[in-house]
């Protein structure tokens, strides 16, 4: 597999001649699917380009260079005007996560995403729920601690996992409750619980048998949760490994094809299982925490979007010695997905990082976790999303409800067929859908059916699932994934009012991908992927099934694999992102921090303490020589840019301020200090300094120096 690419010369003279996109080979007889070079809006002036003006400005340095810095948008002075200045935002913010970070990212490094500006999220504890905030060092290369599961179940609006019934309803789904001998229970048609001893399908009804091997007459669920009832559903798994699912009657719900599980598990062709993380910037985190502890007022219980809510957050950060490298990016929440770069013949054509994941012992009937491995993941999807303001206006309205934009690898799946308006006469053209080539979730001239669930994660374990025709069997092999909705737009359904049909909403991201990776240098890797999309709500209201626009029916092949819908239209799930990421709307009738499924559960920045070490070099007189040592209490890593200061304990004179290397060291040299008192004798006695070491996000320790 080998990435090609041809990008005509000057960039934007002409819509039509901007970039004929990525393609995908294995050789250069077999090349995949490529993204349209001749859109052609119908009306000039909702062309979605950037000027090479506007597109060298967001570079670091002029003219932009390969893998060259790019700044992220300016999104306090966010424009605000559907729909271009949204897909604008979203490149750009692509562009400087997945730049190479720069020096004023603690001393750079990496990718900016990988930087000590980010912290990753941990999956939820099992027993609390709870999440944590993981930093990332000075050094990511050396020293990021992270980790990444396999498990990408998609949780709903109310934080249950969810499934898509087969009339297209998204079904909150709750685990059934355990009994004396950790069995699931359900109620007999006497209301009383009774544990199950088993289950099996017979002709469409679901039969549950008690420990004597009594079927369990009229077994309905026992719902607890506190939501609609009528919208959740209770899950069993069958003898034969097959997941059911009853409503509040009892009545087993059949699912979409290929929503048959939670907890799906993703296996790339190249024999690779998919990995997540989220990720957040430190402006989210830091908003966070001070919304915990009272020090920080949000504006209606909302992600920042004004001048005001920005300067509370940098205030509070201060105060723990940390300024934002890049305040006005505001609240940003990223979640990713990797596959092992060892699996691919092409890893240097993907953003690459190194991280721990788990091991499995494997067998015939399940994969059991036996321990974990570094390796180098690749990236292959990302969400990327991020709260804005509305030109820096103090009362908004902004996008509280976040922008939310994906990103795919272009050798990631197949398109299913689209519409889009072709130059130069605007006139309609039909992209049908090509499955020749090689694909990363796909097999070369693959058919229907597409996006079916093999394999699932269950209590630490992956499983094969049992599946229904059209389905293939379940287990530990490769499924062929198709991206149904290809630009967020259902076909012959128009994803948002700006728009009169979903072939002008395709063209304009069409054009957006053509313009910016048109002028992309060559041989740049971030030119191997391409925007999908983006959504957001009509000024920045609360989710609703009638205000959220952009590219409404959104999703990724890696991380919406199965909630795509069994077809290209309206009919097979009009799902987004806003589907399961919704709030209640606060005082101003906007979204609130509940759009994201991560703020409620993650506890606070702890601040953990600095430790220092002392070592007496030499003493010569009343001269001291010392090495000290500094290092995170928590992670054992070395602090580098750690202030470091030797006082006098009698007159407060500094006697020496250095601040500590790459390896946590620092030598300092000083005169010996001493207390003046006229009431002992002698007056003057040779005492120990004062020492005190201050480092951004890990405080303060003090020490005695001698």
């Given at each position: 597999m080998s990435i090609?690419?041809?990008?005509?010369?000057?960039?934007l003279t002409a819509v039509a001649t901007v970039l004929t996109l990525l393609l995908l080979s294995v050789s250069p007889a077999m090349q995949a699917q490529a993204i349209p070079s001749d859109p052609k809006a119908p009306n000039t002036q909702t062309t979605c380009v950037v000027t090479q003006s506007d597109f060298a400005n967001w570079f670091e340095s002029a003219p932009p260079t390969l893998n060259g810095v790019v700044k992220p948008a300016d999104s306090l002075n966010f424009p605000d005007q559907p729909n271009c200045s949204f897909y604008r935002w979203s490149e750009q913010m692509f562009l400087w996560i997945t730049s190479p970070a720069p020096p004023t990212y603690c001393g750079?490094?990496?990718?900016?995403?990988?930087?000590?500006?980010?912290?990753?999220?941990?999956?939820?504890?099992?027993?609390?729920?709870?999440?944590?905030?993981?930093?990332?060092?000075?050094?990511?290369?050396?020293?990021?601690?992270?980790?990444?599961?396999?498990?990408?179940?998609?949780?709903?609006?109310?934080?249950?996992?969810?499934?898509?019934?087969?009339?297209?309803?998204?079904?909150?789904?709750?685990?059934?409750?355990?009994?004396?001998?950790?069995?699931?229970?359900?109620?007999?048609?006497?209301?009383?619980?009774?544990?199950?001893?088993s289950l099996r399908l017979k002709e469409g009804k679901a039969i549950f048998m008690d420990k004597t091997g009594t079927a369990i007459q009229r077994a309905r669920p026992m719902l607890r949760t506190r939501f609609n009832r009528t919208g959740t559903v209770q899950q069993f798994a069958a003898v034969d490994r097959r997941l059911i699912f009853l409503d509040l009657f009892g009545n087993v719900i059949e699912t979409e094809e290929g929503q048959a599980n939670t907890g799906a598990v993703l296996m790339s062709q190249t024999n690779s299982?998919?990995?997540?993380?989220?990720?957040?910037?430190?402006?989210?985190?830091?908003?966070?925490?001070?919304?915990?502890?009272?020090?920080?007022?949000?504006?209606?219980?909302?992600?920042?979007?004004?001048?005001?809510?920005?300067?509370?957050?940098?205030?509070?950060?201060?105060?723990?010695?940390?300024?934002?490298?890049?305040?006005?990016?505001?609240?940003?929440?990223?979640?990713?997905?990797?596959?092992?770069?060892?699996?691919?013949?092409?890893?240097?054509?993907?953003?690459?990082?190194?991280?721990?994941?788990?091991?499995?012992?494997?067998?015939?009937?399940?994969?059991?976790?036996?321990?974990?491995?570094?390796?180098?993941?690749?990236?292959?999807?990302?969400?990327?999303?991020?709260?804005?303001?509305?030109?820096?206006?103090?009362?908004?309205?902004?996008?509280?409800?976040?922008?939310?934009?994906t990103f795919e690898h272009i050798g990631n799946t197949p398109l299913d067929t689209y519409t889009y308006n072709q130059a130069p006469n605007s006139t309609a053209k039909t992209v049908p859908r090509d499955t020749s080539g090689t694909w990363l979730f796909s097999k070369t001239s693959a058919n229907?059916?597409?996006?079916?669930?093999?394999?699932?994660?269950?209590?630490?374990?992956?499983?094969?699932?049992?599946?229904?025709?059209?389905?293939?069997?379940?287990?530990?092999?490769?499924?062929?994934?198709?991206?149904?909705?290809?630009?967020?737009?259902?076909?012959?359904?128009?994803?948002?009012?700006?728009?009169?049909?979903?072939?002008?909403?395709?063209?304009?991201?069409?054009?957006?991908?053509?313009?910016?990776?048109?002028?992309?240098?060559?041989?740049?890797?971030?030119?191997?992927?391409?925007?999908?999309?983006a959504t957001w709500t009509i000024l920045g209201a609360a989710p609703s099934a009638t205000n959220q626009v952009g590219t409404s029916m959104l999703g990724g092949s890696t991380m919406e694999t199965y909630f795509q819908g069994s077809d290209n239209t309206g009919a097979g799930g009009r799902f987004n992102c806003f589907s399961c990421h919704i709030s209640s709307p606060n005082t101003f009738g906007r979204a609130t921090t509940d759009v994201s499924h991560i703020f409620g559960s993650l506890s606070p920045l702890t601040f953990p303490a600095l430790r220092v070490r002392l070592t007496v070099l030499q003493r010569v007189g009343l001269l001291h020589q010392v090495r000290l040592t500094a290092t995170n209490s928590v992670t054992g890593a070395p602090v580098a840019g750690a202030q470091v200061t030797v006082t006098d304990p009698d007159s407060g004179e500094v006697r020496v301020s250095r601040t500590t290397a790459a390896d946590g060291t620092v030598t300092?040299?000083?005169?010996?200090?001493?207390?003046?008192?006229?009431?002992?004798?002698?007056?003057?006695?040779?005492?120990?300094?004062?020492?005190?070491?201050?480092?951004?996000?890990?405080?303060?320790?003090?020490?005695?120096?001698?």
């Open positions: 090609s690419k041809t990008i005509p010369t000057p960039p750079g490094g990496s990718r900016v995403f990988d930087s000590s500006a980010f912290f990753d999220v941990s999956p939820p504890d099992p027993n609390t729920g709870q999440r944590t905030f993981i930093p990332h060092t000075c050094s990511p290369l050396g020293g990021l601690n992270r980790f990444l599961l396999v498990r990408d179940s998609k949780v709903g609006p109310h934080g249950l996992p969810v499934i898509i019934d087969k009339r297209g309803r998204m079904l909150d789904v709750e685990p059934a409750p355990l009994g004396p001998s950790g069995k699931p229970m359900i109620l007999n048609e006497a209301g009383k619980a009774v544990e199950i001893e299982l998919v990995y997540y993380v989220s990720i957040v910037n430190d402006v989210f985190a830091y908003f966070l925490t001070g919304v915990r502890g009272g020090q920080i007022t949000p504006t209606a219980n909302q992600f920042p979007t004004t001048p005001a809510d920005l300067a509370q957050i940098t205030a509070f950060a201060s105060t723990h010695n940390v300024t934002f490298p890049d305040p006005n990016a505001l609240a940003v929440e990223l979640k990713s997905s990797w596959v092992e770069a060892s699996t691919l013949p092409n890893p240097g054509d993907y953003v690459t990082t190194m991280a721990t994941i788990p091991t499995y012992a494997q067998s015939a009937t399940q994969w059991t976790p036996n321990g974990q491995k570094r390796v180098k993941l690749a990236l292959v999807g990302l969400h990327v999303v991020g709260s804005t303001g509305t030109n820096a206006s103090p009362n908004g309205p902004g996008h509280p409800e976040m922008i939310w934009a229907e059916p597409f996006n079916c669930m093999l394999m699932a994660e269950q209590g630490g374990n992956i499983v094969a699932v049992t599946t229904q025709p059209p389905c293939p069997p379940g287990g530990f092999t490769p499924s062929n994934t198709v991206r149904r909705k290809a630009w967020g737009a259902a076909t012959g359904v128009s994803p948002n009012p700006i728009d009169g049909s979903d072939a002008v909403s395709n063209t304009e991201v069409i054009l957006i991908n053509n313009s910016v990776r048109g002028m992309m240098p060559a041989g740049d890797v971030r030119n191997n992927y391409y925007l999908a999309g300092l040299k000083y005169r010996q200090c001493m207390v003046v008192d006229p009431e002992l004798k002698p007056p003057r006695h040779v005492v120990p300094c004062d020492g005190s070491a201050k480092a951004a996000v890990l405080g303060e320790a003090s020490f005695t120096a001698p």
